[in-house]
Each structure stands twice: as structure tokens, then as C-alpha cells.
């Protein structure tokens, strides 16, 4: 056995005390085969702008790490069920999807990485390693690495899919310049499996791992203006984020693991009542919604998100609230989805909605507010006027 193999094996022990839950080793070598791919991807538009932008860095460890040799990819598992159902109190709810359930999961992956990387320099001495930690936000395509390094392969719904905890894992890698034994790739098991595909509302999935992001409504529940007609009523209550694919996806049946506090889900901030969600100041929201992942864009487009999913959810007991936010909210696009909101909510002829809503809409004219968020005030006084 060589040198390096056992090192991997010390990392691979030190990596289970710690409890993370998959371990994999691949080489530094580039990912350009991937780079037809991703240029293609952003030339037709399918790329979501989240992405690190500089592709050669995302294909190229070189280019961020001094003289990398390995890359060890590893994986968390999160749970899929909630052990509790929320209260019923009379107020509607909203969800946010699985992968946004417990503490942001990029502080935790952080910090397991780092624990790692002590152990690591403890073995083979201070100064004598050197690692560059990441999540997604980081330049590599951590889907791309974790495949490489064999802790699952890539769904035709673009996820990683592990044999033990499907597709519900974070993944976090470390580029390091320690010569470590590469693992290898699990080749796609998908088959003739469609389900990811069909289940999705949008046809964002391309069919071969890829997908539009720009229809994804994970993607489209974190943009900040109004969200487009055609998606609004597929965001269905969720309000963060779009697990459709993971949960129709085979793989993931059954796989429901609770192996870290930290990111079990508190039902009342994963099921929040919607509500009370546009009367949050920012000190309010993030005391509340602060530690998930799916706050990391701030209050406006879960607000604006719970506007639409009460509208989804067909709350006529809101429409007073929503005429409240439509007239005192400080943001246009929240004045305006709420002033959607009623009109889609108003289920009779209702001179004080419409003339509140008339009113709005003057007062949006005159101070030469944008055409988008005008339209929704005139569609909404259309709808209310068609109730005549
Ligand atoms: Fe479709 Fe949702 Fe999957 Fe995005 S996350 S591809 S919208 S099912
Ligand atoms: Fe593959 Fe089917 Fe899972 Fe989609 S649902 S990732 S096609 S196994």
C-alpha cells in the first residue's frame, strides 16, 4: 500500500468521526470536456446568472489553486420529511423546499470542511498542505467534481445521486495539493427513467442532466422583480426553491436520513404562515428566516412569493392585507404583486377593493412608475370590473 493510499484512508476515517456522510478523492486534472457544454448552455440563455462567471475557472483547478494534485468531494445528507406537522391556526401556509430546510447549508459544509482540513494538516504536519475549501458559490462545478470522485452520478435531472441518501446531499469540495488515490466515476443509472421530466411544471430539465435555469422555479422564486404570469401559479406554496424532480426521482425513495441537528427543520420557518410574512421588518426577518439558505436574497422575493402562493392557495381572507401592502409597501414590485393578488382574490364585484386599487394605480401613474408593475393594476381593476 502506498503512501498516498493510506493517507486517503486516514482522511476517509477522520472524515466519519466528523460525521460527514460521503467521502470521495479525484484528481486536479481539468473539467474541460464539460466546456462545449457550458458555453452552449449560456449562448441559448439556459444559465440562471447565479453561476460563478468566469468558465475557465470553473473548469480549470489550475487557475485558482497553486500546483493542485486532488480534489476530495464530499457529501451531506438532509432529510426529506418533516417529523412534525405545523399547528392549524386558521392562516394559511407557504414551504420552502427541502434543500433550504435547517441552517444555511453552506456554513455547515464550511465548517466540516475546516474541521477536516485540521485533521488533515494534524496527520501530515502544519505547512506541509494546503486546501481551498467551496460550496456553490465556489468556481467549481460541484456536481461535475463530486461525479468524478465517485459519490454518485448525474440524474437526467442534472442532481447528484448517491446510492445511499439519493439525491437529498450538500456537497462541498476542497482542491488541495496532496497526491491522493482518485475514486471512480459511477456511471448514469437513470435508463429509460423519465419521471424527473414529466413530474417537472415548467419543462425546464433538457433531458440529458441539463437544464434551463432561467424555468427552473427554484430559480425563479429567488429573482428579485415580478415574477412572470406563467410561473406564478406553479410555484404552487413553495416559496423557496423547487424539490419536484428530487421527489419524483426513484432514487430518492424511501431516503429520508436525520444525521445533523443543525439541519433538522423547524416547521414553523419551513411551513411559515404566509401572512404575517409581509408584515416582517428586516430585523424580524432575518431573527426569523436569517439562518436558512433560502433567505440568502433577502425579504422581497419571499415576500413577493408569499403574495403569489396566497393567491395560489385562493386566501380571499387576505384581500384586506393585500390592499394594505398594495398601498403602504415601500417597493413597487411588491405594491404591485399584491395589487395581482387582489385582483385574483376578489371574488365579487367590490367597489372598495376597485377603488382602492383605482386609486393605487393614479398614484403609480403620477409619480411615472414602470409600465410592468402599471399593467398589474390595470389587469387586476380588468378582473375586478369583470366580476360586475
Ligand atoms: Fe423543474 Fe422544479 Fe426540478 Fe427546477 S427544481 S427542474 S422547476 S422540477
Ligand atoms: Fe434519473 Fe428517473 Fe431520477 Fe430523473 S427521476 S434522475 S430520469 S432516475
Known sequence: MS???????QIITESQKLGIDKIGFTTADDFEELRSSLEAQKAAGHTSGFEHPNIDERLNPTLIFDHPQSIIAIALAYPSRMKQQPKRTGLKRGQFARASWGDDYHHILREKMALLIDRVKDIVGEGNARFEPMVDTGQLIDVAVAHRAGLGFIGKNGLLITEEFGSFVYLGEMITDLKLEPDT????????????LDACPVQALLGDGRMNAQRCLSYQTQTKGLMADEFRPKIRNVIYGCDICQVACPFNRGKDFHLHQRMEPDVEK?????????????????????????????????QRNAIIALVNLGDVSAVDDLLH??????????????AYAVGRLSRSYETTSRAKVAEQYQKELVSGQEEAFLK???RALETIDALK
Open 376 to 378: 398589474e393594476y390595470r
Open 325 to 338: 401592502v398594495m398601498s403602504q409597501d415601500p417597493r413597487p414590485m411588491i405594491r404591485a404583486t399584491a
Open 185 to 196: 466515476p459511477i456511471p448514469c443509472q437513470c435508463g429509460e427513467c423519465t419521471r424527473c
Open 3 to 9: 503512501a498516498s493510499v493510506t493517507l486517503k484512508q
Open 270 to 302: 419551513v411551513r411559515p404562515e404566509l401572512l404575517p410574512m409581509l408584515k416582517l421588518s428586516n430585523k424580524q426577518f432575518n431573527d426569523r428566516f436569517g439562518q436558512m439558505a433560502g433567505a440568502w436574497r433577502g425579504k422581497k422575493p419571499l
